[in-house]
């Protein structure tokens, strides 16, 4: 590794910190939330705003940015601590989260939050959007990537699996998708509800490009969306699976047993901070 | 026929003697009766017309292109179209994601799966998203014979009740054509109902414009108001011919646009005394423009002088030939016409 990554790799772990802090915060201010999903996918979504993607964060609509859809609504709590954290949505608006007449509602939605480009919740809908996406921006002549975030439980939902056929049909090497694998749904564990592996081999037989690496390995994320960014031209959409740990930073989340939606005590918000910033990266 | 008396042993042969042996014709049949007046593929021509002023109109269906009249908008614009295979979830999906781009899809498949396959697929992506998609479905309420799996009887009680859809039934070739570039007009989310193939061709003679959100008076009478929408309009003039023969005046007012509905210009003509409003539609009578016009005009404080709804019941409908079952249902214009003077004691 020469200093140059090694410094980028530092930087980007600060900013993957940072968005961990806004979930927390969040989700102390609402007394709840998705805040275990939120730790787990944190450093992707630093290794997307502050490493791939290209946006302008004082004009979320222009037209020059990539695109980020987020499939998976309920991971709006991290979607939200990564917005802040990328200067889309103001710091101060952390307070908002989840409180009436916020720009910032549970589950994200087009219409309330700068640069939140759909309403997800309902499960599986993203990739199929997402497809539309980048037909469009193919048909404009656009060299801009969608980028799309679900989870292994939308596995389950069959959209997905069309728009699997179609994205490689249409050849939409301007498409990339991330899929968080934390083996956790709401009934249990993703890979006991409805098994999905071998998930590699199925999506590269589907005609994918895929990498799937550690996602709370910052480098490997950062190397994983370099080559899927660099399958433009190729005619591949991309896949990074994303292996993650939910509650990743805070160990007493991590070791919590593992739950949809995680138990997190009025008292223990502020212990889980303190956690985290313990292990801020120097 | 009955849902729990269909398994039971055929009438024999001697039995059917001499009855006509209508049988259900192909998917692609036109709804024409023979001799009628008709145009081919409204909906494809003007969708080409369309498409030559405005270069962001782009053509989608799930592997119904042919059989939703769209093959005239791909074979004029290849580049425009795209065809998303049996996928109805990923049409709708995707036709979000080309319209958040700036595009305009007109997004083509049966009714039946549009409204009960994809539903939340539009409710979400299209209707909550509010994007700029234009949905154009075949096979509206009863026009297949091949059972409930092709019968969209419940369309346009579902897209009613989704905010921000506009819902349009058109009755003809003619407003086929019109709604077209009206459709394009209006930016955000649209249903309309197909007709296909060889379309019937009425309203032409009628001087008649399509707008929408405005219900028309196409023809007045003293002895009873039909409002109705679609097909129900072009039976209800037929109907309205054939009771004129037993001097039985009937009002017809068409509602092309069931949302926004047009309540001031259908609470003016129930208000008139005398005469009992009939709604008449191709769809359950749950949920579609009867109930709309009953609570239009409950709201507005008008009793009319009785009120009665032509429509599907509220069942699996039968398998079979068309014109066997509008007579079964209720809705050809010789049932209307007898349903109507029932009503009107004559």
Redesign the interface.
């Known amino acids: 590794m020469t200093i140059a990554t090694s410094g980028h790799n530092r930087q980007l772990a600060e900013r993957a910190h940072a968005i961990r802090r806004n979930a927390l915060r969040m989700g102390e201010v609402q007394g709840q939330g998705y805040i275990a999903q939120a730790l787990g996918i944190s450093d992707v979504l630093a290794a997307a705003y502050f490493h791939a993607m290209t946006y302008r964060p004082e004009d979320p609509d222009w037209e020059g940015r990539d695109r980020f859809l987020l499939s998976n609504g309920h991971y709006a709590i991290a979607l939200y601590a990564a917005l802040i954290e990328a200067g889309i949505v103001p710091q101060d608006e952390l307070e908002t989260y989840g409180f009436d007449d916020s720009r910032l509602p549970m589950s994200g939605?087009?219409?309330y939050t700068p640069g939140m480009?759909?309403?997800g919740?309902?499960l599986?809908?993203g990739?199929?959007?997402?497809?539309?996406?980048?037909?469009?921006?193919k048909?404009?002549g656009s060299d801009r990537h969608v980028y799309t975030l679900f989870s292994d439980g939308e596995l389950d939902e069959?959209?997905v699996w069309?728009?699997i056929?179609?994205a490689a049909?249409f050849r939409l090497d301007n498409l990339i998708a991330v899929v968080d694998v934390n083996n956790q749904q709401a009934d249990g564990p993703s890979t006991s509800v409805l098994g999905f592996e071998p998930l590699t081999e199925k999506l590269e037989a589907f005609g994918w490009f895929v990498r799937r690496v550690d996602g709370n390995d910052i480098e490997a994320v950062r190397e994983a969306f370099d080559a899927a960014k660099a399958q433009s031209g190729s005619g591949k959409p991309s896949m990074i699976i994303a292996d993650t740990l939910m509650g990743k930073g805070v160990p007493f989340l991590e070791a919590r047993e593992k739950n949809h939606f995680i138990r997190v005590d009025a008292h223990e918000w502020q212990l889980a901070l303190a956690a985290l910033d313990e292990r801020k990266p120097s | 026929m009955n849902h729990a008396t269909r398994k039971a042993a055929p009438a024999t042969a001697t039995a059917t003697a001499g009855k006509p042996r209508l049988t259900t014709s192909a998917m692609i049949a036109s709804i024409a009766a023979e001799g009628q007046r008709t145009k081919p593929a409204p909906f494809g021509h003007a969708l080409v017309a369309l498409a030559r002023e405005n270069p962001a109109v782009v053509g989608m269906t799930a592997d119904l292109g042919k059989y939703t009249d769209l093959h005239i908008f791909s074979q004029a614009f290849p580049e425009r179209f795209y065809q998303m295979g049996m996928a109805e979830q990923l049409l709708f999906g995707a036709a979000s994601g080309l319209a958040a781009e700036g595009f305009m899809p007109f997004a083509t498949t049966y009714a039946v799966f549009a409204s009960r396959r994809a539903y939340d697929f539009i409710h979400q992506t299209i209707a909550e998203e509010n994007r700029n998609v234009k949905i154009v479905c075949a096979l509206p309420g009863l026009t297949s014979g091949y059972g409930p799996s092709h019968q969209a009887a419940e369309d346009l009680a579902l897209f009613r009740a989704m905010p921000n859809m506009v819902v349009i039934d058109p009755c003809d070739a003619h407003e086929i054509e019109q709604a077209v570039p009206v459709m394009a007009g209006h930016d955000g989310p649209v249903y309309m109902r197909l007709l296909r193939g060889q379309v019937p061709l009425v309203l032409d003679e009628y001087g008649y414009t399509f707008e929408l959100g405005k219900a028309k008076m196409l023809r007045d009478g003293p002895d009873a108001l039909i409002v109705s929408s679609g097909i129900m309009t072009m039976r209800a003039l037929e109907a309205a011919d054939l009771l004129r023969q037993d001097k039985v005046e009937v009002a017809v007012l068409h509602v092309p646009t069931i949302k926004p509905l047009d309540e001031a210009t259908i609470v003016e003509a129930a208000r008139k005394s005398g005469r009992p409003v009939i709604v008449a539609e191709n769809h359950t009578v749950i949920g579609g423009l009867g109930e709309a016009v009953a609570g239009a005009v409950l709201r507005a404080g008008v009793a009319p002088a009785g009120f009665h709804q032509i429509g599907l019941p509220d069942a699996f409908l039968d398998a079979g030939a068309l014109p066997t079952l509008h007579d079964r249902y209720g809705i050809s214009a010789a049932a209307v016409a007898e349903q109507v003077k029932d009503w009107t004691g004559r």
């Open positions: 939605m087009a219409s480009e759909m309403s919740g309902s599986g809908l990739l199929a959007i997402a497809v539309g996406r980048c037909l469009g921006l048909r404009k069959g959209s069309e728009a056929m179609s049909h």
